[in-house]
């Protein structure tokens, strides 16, 4: 019987070795090599900042920026260690008694409720091994952490761990905890701080200080008395942290990733060079041209004025296109749950007085629209945002574009590509290709004084009969009110935007000069050989008219638009530096000339409303026919502006919707944002340059009797009589006036705007 039970016993020996040799042999074979973390390259954040210095927007998978160890303080680490794994420095990768004692808990429990994990243990986990919990994978686990300290010192295993884990709030990494909990970087943090960043890995929702700020005090409370323990700290600095609140960095709306129309112009540029998934874990920095408070703001402007603008046209008549792509597009739409801000499309149900009721699905609600509703039937697609509680508003149809650059350089210091980057993604200021109307005229006036053209040259402002071969049949231009005026000065033609003298002026410039220019001054769009072209009938994106205008508010120097500075990769190599490219393309004498007569036509002409600035200004209006296209191009000496208004659709905007009063306002706000509580100088004019008083009826120099103007000319091309009848021997050369002094009487006149 003895014998048996030996015999029973041995054998139960042997099969429990074997079964602990196969266990080992199987759970050891094919495991990850821990040497191949000497390539290892976390994911890290990708930061875009504006032109300050501040940041603008993240892309990342997980937002880490990787710290070396020596960046890392030693009350930050001792923090970490504290509470993680005390024998950290001493032990082989594992702790034995930390196992012992979690062994004990699993069993007395039935199942595995503690770890006993050391850091290298979990960053083991982390890095190589799945989330489950079972002994196989924690005895993978220990076999792993026990070679990582084999091949790896210390010090580098807890650089790596301290960039890895996970500690709430999108933030991997202490350095990026430390910038989303505290606003500093890592190497900046106190004890206290390094304290309650440390007492979060292990369960980072549930000491959330932000959330839970008792639950993250008492746990960062029992880091600091470990932290005594160990000998990391004294007692004393503990008590001072113990009766210390936790200060977090005060979240601000401002301080949310900015992703808009500017940014994503960032991403696909970047996406382009290096490639997307660089972007979202390379851990680039990338340096634009933003003004970060002017693209903020631009948002808000924009938006406010479309809402608005659409109120005062009233609810608009869809095209069929428009009609068939909306209800498409509503019918793609994938909503388990409404999302605060987001825009959606919902089917109109009901009408009642001002309320628009409407269904998304087998979602109901309703939205107040304060403009005429005739145009609005049921059926019909609304667009809606929903802003909680079961509250919507009315999102417009009407689009816009915008394009700030400062002309000196071609930085674009903002831009919006529509009303707002939730409702579409589709960037009107680059994309979109619309007609400029006579936003274009300033291209041909130029051309024209390149010619030997003056400010008071005489044109016809007369209907004439073009042949058009394209459409076969004969094209008369006209004017906006309907009504012409014979001879004209070239001053009074573009300052009232006149059609029919516009036309007369280009037909005897020629189209070869004024294309050359066009492409020269940045426009890309093919342009062909047609009268039409002096009132802007070939489409352009409002970036390309932004190109041109900088030219004109930068003495005829046209400097290519950009908005990316310079890229750093995570080494702090520039991988790329912008090269400036800027070229005179205007004599600088001519576009003096031309920078006095857009100045006129805000002085006297279609844009005097921008007077209400009262700082130098200089623009020009733009409308196309049937109203359905609405711009304004202007500058002062810092900054270009480009303002474009209308449907995605070509249709009308609304009755007289022109460019003085769809776009004219946006442009008014914009530039006054962006010059708040800032000196503003004049332009500067070339010295071969001279105001000369000018009588306007005579076209002579005024001898001081007579009605006088100044005006701006090229030497040697002014009048050479006056008034009387007497020759020129030495012309009255003036100092140029102040103009922009605002008169509220007449800040109404002028606004028609020529087709």
């Known amino acids: 019987m003895l014998r048996h039970l030996k015999l029973i016993f041995l054998i139960s020996v042997f099969l429990g070795l074997l079964g602990t040799a196969l266990f080992v042999f199987i759970n050891t074979r094919n495991?990850?090599?821990?040497?191949?973390?000497?390539?290892?390259?976390?994911?890290?954040?990708?930061?875009?900042?504006?032109?300050?210095?501040?940041?603008?927007?993240?892309?990342?998978?997980?937002?880490?920026?990787?710290v070396t160890i020596d960046k890392i303080p030693e009350h930050v680490k001792n923090a970490f260690i504290a509470i993680e794994d005390r024998t950290f420095y001493d032990n082989p990768g594992i702790d034995f008694w930390g196992i012992l004692r979690a062994a004990f808990i699993n069993l007395t429990s039935g199942r595995i409720v503690a770890g006993g994990s050391t850091i290298s243990q979990q960053l083991i986990k982390n890095l190589f091994l799945t989330p489950e919990r079972s002994f196989r994978r924690k005895f993978k686990e220990m076999i792993l952490a026990i070679k990582l300290n084999q091949v790896y010192p210390k010090d580098k295993i807890l650089e790596m761990y301290l960039n890895q884990i996970y500690l709430g709030h999108g933030a991997y990494g202490i350095e990026s905890a430390s910038q989303v909990y505290f606003g500093k970087h890592v190497w900046e943090l106190d004890v206290c701080e390094a304290a309650v960043l440390a007492g979060l890995p292990k369960a980072p929702s549930r000491y959330d200080p932000y959330k839970n700020p008792e639950g993250a005090v008492q746990r960062r409370n029992a880091v600091l008395q470990s932290m005594v323990e160990e000998g990391y700290i004294d007692i004393y600095t503990a008590k001072e942290c113990y009766d210390k609140p936790i200060v977090l960095r005060e979240k601000e709306e401002e301080d949310v990733n900015i992703h808009d129309y500017f940014t994503e112009m960032v991403r696909l540029w970047f996406g382009e060079r290096y490639g997307i998934d660089q972007l979202y874990k390379g851990g680039y920095k990338i340096y634009t041209t933003a003004d970060k408070d002017l693209l903020r703001d631009t948002h808000y402007i924009v938006k406010d004025h479309i809402e608005i603008l659409q109120q005062?046209?009233?609810?608009?008549?869809?095209?069929?296109?428009?009609?068939?792509?909306?209800?498409?597009?509503?019918?793609?739409?994938?909503?388990?749950?409404?999302?605060?801000?987001?825009?959606?499309?919902?089917?109109?149900?009901?009408?009642?007085?001002?309320?628009v009721y409407f269904k998304i699905g087998d979602l109901e609600g309703k939205v107040k629209f304060l403009g005429s509703l005739k145009n609005a039937e049921k059926g019909m697609p609304i667009y809606i945002r929903y802003v909680g509680d079961n509250s919507f508003e009315f999102v417009p149809y009407l689009e816009t574009a915008v394009v700030s650059i400062d002309p000196k350089t071609g930085a674009i210091r903002a831009l919006s590509g529509g009303y707002d980057f939730v409702k579409s993604k589709y960037n009107r200021a680059v994309q979109a290709k619309r007609q400029p109307g006579s936003a274009f005229k300033p291209i041909v006036y130029t051309a024209a004084i390149m010619k030997g053209f003056t400010q008071i040259s005489v044109i016809e402002d007369e209907p004439v009969a073009i042949w058009d071969p394209d459409r076969f049949e004969e094209w008369i231009p006209r004017n906006y009110e309907g009504e012409y005026h014979g001879k004209v000065t070239l001053r009074e033609a573009l300052t009232r935007s006149l059609n029919a003298a516009s036309v007369n002026l280009f037909l005897?410039?020629?189209?070869?000069?004024?294309?050359?220019?066009?492409?020269?001054?940045?426009?890309?769009?093919?342009?062909?050989?047609?009268?039409?072209?002096?009132?802007?009938?070939?489409?352009?994106?409002?970036?390309?008219?932004?190109?041109?205008?900088?030219?004109?508010?930068?003495?005829?120097v046209r400097c290519k638009p950009y908005f990316i500075e310079k890229v750093e990769d995570p080494n702090g190599n520039v991988i790329y530096q912008h090269q400036p490219e800027c070229q005179q393309v205007i004599p600088e004498d001519v576009n003096s000339v031309m920078v006095d007569l857009l100045k006129a036509v805000i002085k006297e002409g279609t844009g005097k409303k921008a007077k209400i600035l009262g700082f130098p200004v200089a623009g020009k209006t733009g409308t196309t026919n049937d109203?359905?296209?609405?711009?304004?191009?202007?500058?002062?000496?810092?900054?270009?502006?480009?303002?474009?208004?209308?449907?995605?659709?070509?249709?009308?905007?609304?009755?007289?919707?022109?460019?003085?009063?769809?776009?004219?306002?946006?442009?008014?706000?914009?530039?006054?944002?962006?010059?708040?509580?800032?000196?503003?100088?004049?332009?500067?004019?070339?010295?071969?340059?001279?105001?000369?008083?000018?009588?306007?009826e005579t076209k002579t120099v005024s001898d001081g009797i007579c009605p006088n103007e100044d005006i701006l000319f090229i030497k040697g091309t002014e009048p050479e009589i006056d008034c009387s009848g007497n020759i020129i021997t030495k012309p009255p050369y003036q100092e140029k006036k102040d103009d922009f002094i605002f008169d509220i009487n007449n800040q109404e006149q002028g606004e028609n705007d020529g087709l």
């Open 627 to 696: 109203y359905t296209d609405a711009w304004f191009a202007g500058f002062s000496t810092e900054l270009t502006t480009v303002v474009w208004v209308g449907y995605d659709f070509k249709k009308k905007i609304g009755w007289r919707m022109t460019g003085a009063k769809a776009a004219l306002p946006i442009w008014i706000d914009l530039m006054a944002t962006a010059h708040a509580d800032r000196e503003i100088a004049d332009f500067e004019f070339s010295p071969d340059t001279v105001y000369i008083p000018i009588d306007l």
């Open 312 to 355: 005062d046209v009233g609810f608009p008549k869809l095209t069929e296109e428009e009609l068939n792509k909306l209800l498409e597009n509503y019918r793609n739409q994938k909503i388990k749950k409404l999302q605060r801000n987001q825009v959606y499309i919902g089917l109109i149900e009901n009408i009642r007085g001002k309320n």
């Open 508 to 556: 005897e410039v020629g189209y070869e000069p004024v294309i050359s220019l066009a492409y020269k001054l940045g426009i890309k769009t093919k342009i062909p050989k047609v009268p039409s072209l002096v009132l802007g009938s070939i489409d352009v994106s409002p970036l390309e008219l932004a190109s041109v205008y900088s030219a004109f508010a930068n003495g005829g």
């Open 31 to 66: 495991l990850p090599d821990v040497r191949n973390l000497e390539h290892w390259k976390p994911s890290q954040v990708s930061q875009v900042f504006a032109a300050d210095g501040s940041l603008l927007t993240e892309f990342y998978v997980q937002r880490r920026q990787y």
